[in-house]
């Protein structure tokens, strides 16, 4: 590695592990600059895990006051996130790098879109007085364990997804919906990543410098993850979705 790439790598990391406390999508910023580092799509993908976990460990963190608010579910959520990330790890690593990289950019639409209409579904939702969402919690579950099986096949995205979930199916704030995705995030990226060093996916030289800076951002992140406005939040994570996925299928297609 030159001293460019390794810089490169340490500043990405700093700004992913600031943007993953505050709104989520720490991903959308290391996948490519570890693929720019030298490493394939399915390297660079596994790789990440490593590289952002640190910002997800931050984020639970951050938010640990809010999972008592929401900790009715929280231990079944926790066993969905740990099965999840285990079948979508062993789905990459069983189909290999050609289907990866055909699935990136639709898996990146996949997630914008999701996040884009949310809350216009809920919108809608809420104005028909009979939709009681307690009584739809199966099927936001169901929809969770979906996206823990997609985390642990790709992960980017995953929190945008979670959160369009939550928006629809529950009444969570941000910071609560913050609190829930990053713990659960956690869990099943460390279960993916033994999955991955299993399959000597892993590139750790990068993974680790850009680890580093993410811890670093992650902690920067801690004295201004909640004072930001919602609205503000919001829109970040769209405006970076948005961008990132018109770059992969400018990419790929």
Request: include cysteine.
């Amino acid at each position: 590695m030159t001293i460019s790439e390794t810089i490169l790598l340490f500043c990405g990391g700093v700004m992913a592990g600031i943007i993953n406390v505050i709104v989520g999508g720490a991903g959308f910023m290391t996948f490519p600059l570890l693929m720019a580092a030298g490493m394939s799509e399915i390297e660079a993908n596994a790789s990440n895990f490593v590289a952002v976990l640190p910002a997800n460990l931050v984020g639970t963190f951050v938010y640990r006051k809010e999972l008592a608010s929401v900790r009715k579910h929280l231990p079944l959520r926790l066993f969905m996130a740990a099965t999840g990330g285990l079948i979508g790890s062993l789905i990459l690593t069983l189909t290999g790098q050609a289907s990866f990289q055909s699935a990136v950019p639709w898996l990146l639409l996949f997630a914008t879109t999701t996040f884009a209409i949310g809350p216009r579904v809920k919108a809608k939702i809420d104005t028909y007085p009979q939709f009681d969402q307690s009584q739809w919690l199966w099927l936001q579950l169901v929809l969770e364990f979906c996206v823990y099986i997609y985390s642990g096949y790709f992960g980017l995205g995953m929190g945008i997804i979670l959160f369009a979930i939550y928006g629809i199916f529950s009444q969570m704030t941000l910071h609560q919906g913050n609190a829930v995705r990053n713990i659960t995030t956690s869990l099943s990226s460390l279960v993916a990543i033994g999955i991955f060093i299993h399959s000597g996916l892993i590139r750790w030289l990068p993974s680790l410098i850009m680890m580093s800076g993410a811890v670093a951002g992650g902690f920067v992140a801690v004295h201004i993850a909640k004072r930001l406005p919602a609205a503000w939040v919001r829109s970040a994570i769209l405006i970076w979705a948005a961008a990132l996925t018109g770059l992969a299928f400018y990419r790929y297609f």
